[in-house]
Structure formats: structure tokens, C-alpha cells
């Protein structure tokens, strides 16, 4: 096969937040992202990848995994066989979308008609509170968009995570709030979480227990829908899902890209699993590609560039309780 010299840029980046962001064993300050350039000499695509953080995928993590399949890719690798080349990770979606973007200027055709999508339309997206003293997330929870839906972040200590579900209710009576308890709970505090979590009106309970920890869950009565995060990593997850979670949260620096992303919302959907759309708290670039996913979840929750201190411009905007993202940013033709 005769296969076209590729050019790869590598570069990182550091995004500071407007402040420290806080949810169950962790506070973060900043985002570095690994951004991934990819040039045929006529055209070139862009992808960001902000990496996982449980699982050790930081920044030098990402960089080393890029370089290293430096070499296939310039010697031509495509999107497909970069699927092969690298593992479900931040390297992997950086450089997947970078082809994605790639691929739609060479076609003359943007992202979404390559995945085979109708004209994206702009979404219904949370904003989500960081873990913070319960009547400073109330204060919170009234700031924002009083259109936005409201994900909340717990931290597994069960009297303050009450007092916090019950404060944010008290201050937006009307609001539909998810919680996200980051792994935090064990079976017999979250067998203490789910009645009050419901009493308030909660709409969704993300990622309870650890990862590995799913087992805990079998027999256990779901009154609110369980959403996995960090035990859903990649599409090899997805099948184990059923039983134990309704919603399956997928972040392409989990599964490695738009590519197996959108595999993972197909295949849910399949087993009867609805899908979100999460993010890993990067810019606009990373929002961009999930963007596009979203248009096939009825969960969206991608509002990382609100959380920083600066974006990219162009960037996305939020308003009236939705995400906008004109292809502008990402993924045109």
C-alpha cells in the first residue's frame, strides 16, 4: 500500500482554573493537555488529550505514549490502525481526533457527516459544583445558569454529603441535579445515600463504589439511575455494565477518541444502557469531539473550559442551559 508521509506535532499545554476544583481524594488546580498536530503538507488536524488522572495517565504519560507510535504515524498509520497502536488513553484521543479533524479537510466534509451524524444541534449540558462547604455550593448552585442542569460532586463523607444534597436542593427547588461521588462510597454507606439522595429529588447517582468494586452492586435496588464512570472505561467494559448501572458516562480520554467513543454509545444503546457525554476538564478543543458524541446521549455534562482561568478562541459558549459549538472550532471542513 502506498502510504502518505504525516507530520506529528507534540506539544503541552497548561490551563490554570479561576480556583482549586475539588471532588471525592482529589483537588485540582490546572489541566496540562497534550495537544497532537497531524499535517498530510496540504491539510492538518488537531486533538487534545487531558489524560486520566486514577489511573496514572498524567502528561508525561501521554507524551511518552505519543512518542513512541511517533514513527508509525509519520510513516503514514491510520485512524484505524492507530487503535491498535495505543491503548484506551489521553495519547490515544489526542491523536484520534487529530486524524478525525485531519480526515474531514481532506474529504472536503465535516466530523459529523463522516460519522455518519445529522447537522449537531446545540445540547442541554450540566454545571457541575465542586465539593465545597454545603452553604457555599447552595451560594453556588444559585450563581449559575438557572437554566443548566446541576451535577453536584460528593466525597463519600455521608452527613456532609447529605447536608450538601439537601442545601443544593433547598437552593434550586426546581432544578434536575445529578450527584457524582467519584468512587467514594462503600455498599453500606451508599445503602444510607440512595433514600436521601431520592427524598431530594436526585436524578442520577454517578460511579458510587471503586472501580472493581462493581459486584457490590449486584441485588442491590437501583431507586435513582446508576451511572458507571471509572468502571466504564472503554468499549471492553461496556457488555459488563448491564445489571448494576442504566448509564454508561463516556469521556474520550477513557476510551482513547471519538472513534471508540462513539463505538461505546452504539453499543449501549444496544444492551439498553442510555449514554452521557463527561469530560476531562479541558478546553474547547476537547469539548469539541464530545460535542459531537453528544449528539447521540441523553446525558451531557461538558462544561470543563468553564472552569478556566482562560480558553481557546474560538471557544464554546454556554447559554440558556446548553453547550454551543460551532465546528468552527474543531472537526470542519
Known sequence: MDRRKLALDLRVERFPYHRP???SGHVFTETALLVAEISDGVHSGRGEGAGVYYLGDDIDHMLAEAQRVRGAIESGATREELQHLLPPDGARNALDCAFWELEAKQAGRPVW???GLD???ALRSTLTLGADAPHAMADAARAIDPAAPVKVKLT???AEDVARVEAIRAARPDAWIGVDANQGYDAATLRELVPVLTANR?????QPLRRGREADLDGMKRCLPFVAD???LSLADTATLVGRFDVVNIKLDKCGGLTEGLAIARQAKTLGLDVMVGNMMGTSLSMAPSFVLG?????VDLDGPTFLARDRVPGVAYRDGHIHCPDTIWGSC
Open 295 to 299: 449528539q447521540l446521549c441523553d446525558i
Open 113 to 115: 457527516q463522516l460519522a
Open 230 to 232: 471509572e468502571s466504564a
Open 119 to 121: 447537522a449537531p444541534r
Open 21 to 23: 476544583f475539588r471532588i
Open 156 to 158: 463519600g463523607d455521608l
Open 202 to 206: 436526585v436524578a442520577q447517582l454517578e
